[in-house]
């Protein structure tokens, strides 16, 4: 089944312990990106990639890091959570196109993280 | 730069009545427009897309949308609403030849019996 994953979907932690939220799909899709949503806000994006060890920040990237080593994988990092980054967290992909245009974004069920 | 706004946070429809969601974008260059769907505790699912070809863009379950350039607007809209229509809509806006996609912040329909 075309899909993509996201681990854990469900995370309480403290500030300042260092986590990592795995993402993962089947798709061979160039393009990846994570999204925060928060009530009001709508989803942001924190960052993309546009293919491997080809990563750029979005609209919020302060306090995340990303890395893009394999095509199907793109973990979001937070090496000193603050309470202010407690939020739902989503992944997702999609085909690049030449033409400049944008395909679907298929996304991931979602992470809830909550920092103390 | 671009940006996008859904002018109601919270719309109510009765059951069978039209449904219209409105967003307005801001863009740069061509646009691709989306309508993505939220249902309680659910992730996000593609409605339809505009991405330059016809203006009307037919989606899902009897949603359609129109690009206006003109009025720089991309409603949603649905002959009938159903009860199962209830979720949260969120209008989306790319500009070509980026990889950044710009979210509303949503608008909440409910469907009244």
């Known amino acids: 089944e075309a899909q993509v994953t996201q681990n854990p979907r469900y995370l309480i932690t403290v500030t300042g312990k260092k986590l990592t939220v795995t993402c993962s799909q089947n798709m061979n899709h160039e393009y990846m990106s994570w999204y925060r949503q928060d009530p009001g806000l709508g989803l942001r994006q924190i960052y993309y990639s546009m293919n491997v060890e080809v990563t750029d920040k979005g609209d919020v990237p302060e306090g995340y890091k990303v890395s893009r080593k394999e095509k199907r994988n793109f973990p979001l990092i937070l090496e000193s959570p603050s309470p202010n980054q407690t939020s739902l967290y989503f992944c997702?992909?999609?085909?690049?196109?030449?033409?400049?245009?944008?395909?679907?974004?298929?996304f991931g069920p979602g992470t809830r993280l909550t920092v103390l | 730069a671009q940006s996008v706004t859904q002018l109601d946070s919270h719309v109510s429809v009765s059951e069978g009545t039209p449904v219209l969601l409105r967003c307005n974008y801001s863009s740069s260059y061509s646009p691709s427009l989306f309508w993505y769907v939220q249902h309680p505790n659910k992730g996000l699912q593609l409605l339809l897309k505009?991405?330059?070809?016809?203006?009307l863009v037919k989606g899902i379950n009897g949603f359609e949308a129109e690009f206006k350039k003109s009025e720089t607007s991309f409603h949603l809209t649905k002959p009938s609403a159903h009860m199962s229509d209830a979720a949260e809509y969120f209008c989306?806006?790319?500009?070509?030849?980026?990889?950044?996609?710009?979210f509303g912040t949503g608008t909440r329909l409910k469907v009244l019996a």
């Open positions: 505009y991405t330059s070809a016809a203006t």
């Open positions: 989306v806006v790319s500009d070509r030849g980026t990889y950044k996609y710009i």
């Open positions: 997702a992909s999609s085909f690049k196109t030449t033409s400049g245009g944008h395909n679907e974004q298929f």
